[in-house]
């Protein structure tokens, strides 16, 4: 068996924790399933504005891509529906076949990768059991379940990072173990710990970094772009001193008037398209220095919004009236055909 490449830690998120806790809490046994994911390949950006460092770009590449870490990220699971309906059996030997049937009928995870599966056990030590690492070791052994790793270096590259991660590809290796304590407190507590399968036939403990919680998670958005449907309009919504100059030039001026107008009720219908009754002007109340006294029209804003929103619900019920009204009134027709044909 190849070995896997290691990872630096596995990340997942607070609600899928959470949701795979309560599950194991509600259950009325044990409890294993699939774990769905990625695996990503970060490497740190070394960027420069000194225009020295431009000979060494190559150089500074080469030391970033071999410094690459590489980190699972749990996305959902899959539960087994029942303690006995099980994808392995008792010698902890897993076939494809088995496989295939639960993530047939679980659509929902269609779109996602299968990077391990987890075992959550009453009252019992937080260690592998044997079953559990052979359960591993046979899943692992699935080529046809394994993944591409997101971010990774061509495989025909001869950069330093491909010493380091000379597979495209990751096997479900990974194995989150979830425990509950032997004393009966009123403080309900559960552990949990997570493991990579290795070539040396061992497991071997990860770092699990829970997504939302606590002060750093905040660097997960770092990157975020928010899109919104409003439209792109100018800060000064043709009031500048600039504009007032302009428009005061009677002649040539009034074509740009008109054209300033056009505009503005073209924005007007897109901003009636998200918010309707309020006015554009008002948007520039909310940037600038006037930003600081926005709460009320802010909170109008989100009114409109609301408005629109339940408007078209409105509409949507309405609709669906009438398309079941639609409906009764085919069935019954049809009744009539029926009777008529029989007689």
């Known amino acids: ?85 099980t994808f392995y059996d008792s010698t902890g030997t897993v076939t494809p076949t088995s496989i295939s049937h639960l993530l047939h009928n679980h659509h929902n995870h269609n779109n996602h990768h299968l990077i391990g599966w987890f075992s959550a056990r009453r009252k019992t030590p937080l260690r592998p059991s044997m079953r559990e690492f052979s359960v591993t070791q046979s899943l692992s052994s699935l080529s046809a379940f ?66 939302n919680i606590g002060p750093a998670f905040r660097g997960h958005y770092g990157s975020f772009s928010p899109n919104a449907p409003f439209p792109a309009l100018e800060c000064d919504l043709g009031m500048s001193s600039m504009n007032e100059e302009r428009e005061g030039n009677a002649a040539g001026k009034e074509d740009e008037r008109l054209s300033v107008m056009r505009e503005k009720a073209k924005d007007q219908r897109e901003l009636d398209g998200c918010a309707e009754g309020f006015e554009v002007g008002r948007l520039r109340r909310m940037m600038g220095s006037e930003a600081r006294s926005y709460t009320s029209n802010l909170e109008d804003l989100y009114e409109k919004m609301l408005a629109k929103v339940e408007n078209l619900t409105r509409l949507v019920e309405q609709s669906n009236a009438k398309v079941l009204e639609q409906e009764h009134y085919n069935r019954k027709l049809r009744q009539k055909i029926r009777a008529a044909a029989s007689e």
């Open 146 to 211: 394994s993944s591409q790793i997101q971010n990774s270096p061509n495989p025909n590259s001869t950069s330093s990072s491909s010493s380091s991660f000379s597979s495209s590809t990751f096997s479900p290796c990974i194995f989150i173990l979830l425990s509950s304590p032997f004393s009966n407190d009123h403080i309900h507590t559960h552990e949990y710990r997570a493991y990579q399968l290795r070539a040396s036939s061992s497991f071997e403990p990860k770092l699990i970094d829970i997504v």
């Open 1 to 85: 068996m190849d070995d896997h490449p290691p990872l630096q830690k596995i990340a997942i998120s607070g609600p899928t924790l959470a949701s795979l806790i309560q599950r194991f809490s509600t259950s009325p046994s044990s409890l294993h399933g699939l774990l769905f994911g990625h695996v990503t390949l970060l490497t740190p950006l070394n960027l420069s504005d000194d225009p020295s460092t431009t000979s060494s770009a190559t150089t500074t590449s080469d030391e970033s891509t071999s410094s690459a870490t590489l980190v699972a990220t749990v996305t959902g699971f899959m539960a087994s529906p029942s303690p006995t309906s």
